[in-house]
Each structure stands twice: as C-alpha cells, then as structure tokens.
C-alpha cells in the first residue's frame, strides 16, 4: 500500500492511497466551499452548483457525462455540506483515466445554460419540499437553524424563496469565486498509477487561483439553551432530538475520547441507548447518538421517536442514563465496546476504495491534512477509562437544547409544561 500527498503551487492538494489488491478506482474532487460559505440571500447556491453541473458541460451533455461511467458498472455522484462541495466516482481500475476526465471537465467548464438551471431548480425545490416532510431532517434542519450560528445554521439545500431567486448570473459569480484551485482537494483510493497523478497533477494547475486563502470555519453554538418546538397535523408520533455543544477535531485528545463516548453511548444494538432504552423498556423504535465535529467546535445529538404517551417515561429514562454516566462514568464493559467497535470501523473502512477516500477527504477539508490508519487506531489504543469519564463530565452536564416535531391534537405532558432538559 502506498500513501500518496502533494501540495501544488497553487494552493490544490492531491491525496491518494493505492491498494494493488482491488480491481476498482475511488476518485473524488472535493471543494473547500459549502452552505456556510454563502449569504443568505444566495442561500443554497452551494447545493444548487453541484445540481447544475451534472447538466452540462462545454465538451459532454448531461448523458455524456453519466452514461460512459455508469455502462462499465461505475458509479457517478456528488454531496454539498456546510464546508466542502464533493464529486466522485468510482469505476473499474481500467477506466481511471476515463473518469478522471469526466469529473476534471464537470468541476472546471460548466455550462450554466438557462433551460436546464429552471429545469433544475424544480428538482430542487421538490428535495426542499422532501427534507421539510420527513420529521428527521426537519427536526434537524429547524434545530441546527436555531442552535448554530447564522453561517451554519442556514440548511444545504437553501429555502424555497433564495432557490427561487438564484439565477444564472449569481450561480456563476458564486462558482467564479469559489471554484479555485487553492479550494480543491483530488482524492484517489484503488489501483491507480503514477501516471494518473501525474496527469491530475497537470490539471490541477491550469485552475485559476484567486487571491483570498481559504479559511476554515467552525461553528458558534448558542450559549443559551433553546426550547424549538413544531406541530404538525400528518404526525402520529413524538420526534425528540437533544442538542449540546461538543468538542472540535483539533483537540485531539478530548475529540477522540469524546468519539468513543458516542460510539458506546449510541452507536449499535448493543450501545446503552439501544439496549436500555429500546430493548429493556420497549417504549421507542428507533434511538441514537449523533457526533457532527469541525476544526474547532460540534455538536452531540440524542434522538428518539416514540408515542405522545412515552414522552415524559422517555425523557426521564434519558436523563437517569446520562445521570448515572456523570456519577458513575462507563464501565469497562461499555468502555471496551466503545474502542473496540471504533476500532473495527475504522479496520472495516479499509476494505473500500470509496471508504477510504471518504475517511481521508473529511480530514482533509477540515483538519488540512489526513492522520494515517496506523495513526488513528493507536490514538484510540491510548485512550483510558479516565479519558472518557473525564470527557463525559465536561460535555454532557448541564443545560441541553431540545427540539420536538409533535402531532398537533397532542396534549401538554409534564415535560412539555417543564420547558427544559438539565443535568
């Protein structure tokens, strides 16, 4: 296996992993430029760019771009997050090349013409439309709005009035600016040649550069916890999510002691949330922990989804399980599944070109530069029993935000009269 990293002039970072043993190829070219990068009233253009150019580039048409990947059994796709914009695909190790060209042309000559953006934007108030329908990412949505700062608070996808007013000429301005090559990260995982770096390399620095260096943004969380609740006519069931500040990546001890928290607290069937909570008490179906972390900030969410009737058995039960973690900390049961289970995630993650990549890029984009597997696994093999008490108590005490997405006949429970969720 050999591990690949090179900083051009120009700002562009190419990242690889080779793995001779596969037959396939992960390639991704991935943007320093997400929703936390816009204003609010271009809010969304982000999201809307990385729809755009799917439809079109100056060389390839829509199927020309998607056909010739996907007729060899390769896969062809992007995401946009708060930081980071991200095209991939992954192909046969024999059409490498062929895909590197395909994802080169579709981040550097968009074709941005009219017809297929108003086809577009359709789309993309139909997904809008979608994500305020389905309760989990509209109790996430409305919670991040109000919990982090105004920058990352706003959602991907944009509302339907700034989506709606996103037009050729601020799509472009956006793209112009952002779409630098001191913005880019290629990333490679497979059976790739020095020849294909070589050629990366090459296009890497014919992109423009721009003169402002990118900067990496983390969020501000609200200080003051919040109490979000909506009521909805279409719900039969309680959607409750918990929301705390939590630790960033460059605290690396704290944010890999916390990390495991997380992994044993609600990660798996065998995690305490799935096993006290849901296979003792039998009162929710689904349960879970949640750690989002940038460079300097996160944030920890617990959520659950059970009946009007269990709301107030729910909370209670919740705040005795964080309750005994603060008094008691984990046991060594918990505290060997945790680092354990991290471990053989991470192990796991190797047996993937698009895993891999996947894992390296996020470093990347946040932290600036990937930490190895070897790495990795030895940070958690040093973590003690302490290290994740100690952690516990920091970031779990306290004050906790909460947002409830609530049928609308439901009637007041005793929690929702108490109006807080403190430790």
Known sequence: ??????????????????????????????????????????????????????????????????????????????YTGRVSTVYYAKVPDTYASEALEILFDLITSPRFDEASLELERGVIMEEIAAAEDDPYDRIYDMTIEKVWDRDFGRPILGYQDTVGNLKKEKLTNFY?????????????????????????????????????KPVTKSPVISKKPLWIVERRKDLQQVHLLLTRDAPGRRNKDDFDAFKIFNTLFGSGMSSILFHNIREQLGMVYNISSEFVSYADSGAFMINATT????????????????????SRGVTEAQFNYGKERAKGKLLMSTEGTLQTLSRFLDDVVICGKPDSLEDLIARIEALTIDDINDSIKRHIAGPWNVSLLLPEQMQDSTFLTEEHFEI
């Open 1 to 78: 296996m050999n591990n690949h990293y090179i900083e051009l002039p120009n700002g562009a970072v190419i990242i690889g992993e080779r793995k001779e043993e596969t037959r396939t190829v992960s390639m991704a070219f991935a943007m320093k430029v997400g929703s936390a990068d816009e204003e609010d009233s271009i809010s969304g253009v982000s999201h809307f760019i990385e729809h755009a150019l799917f439809k079109g580039t100056l060389r390839r048409n829509a199927f020309e771009i998607k056909e010739p990947i996907e007729r060899i059994g390769g896969s062809l796709n992007a």
């Open 176 to 212: 112009d600016h952002k779409y630098v090559a001191n913005n880019v990260i290629f990333a490679v995982s497979g059976n790739y040649n020095e020849d294909l770096l070589k050629n990366t390399e090459k296009k890497l620095l014919s992109i423009r550069v721009n003169g402002s």
């Open 307 to 326: 009946g009007p009737k269990n709301l107030d058995n729910l909370v209670a039960s919740l705040k005795k399980e964080i309750e005994n973690l603060i």
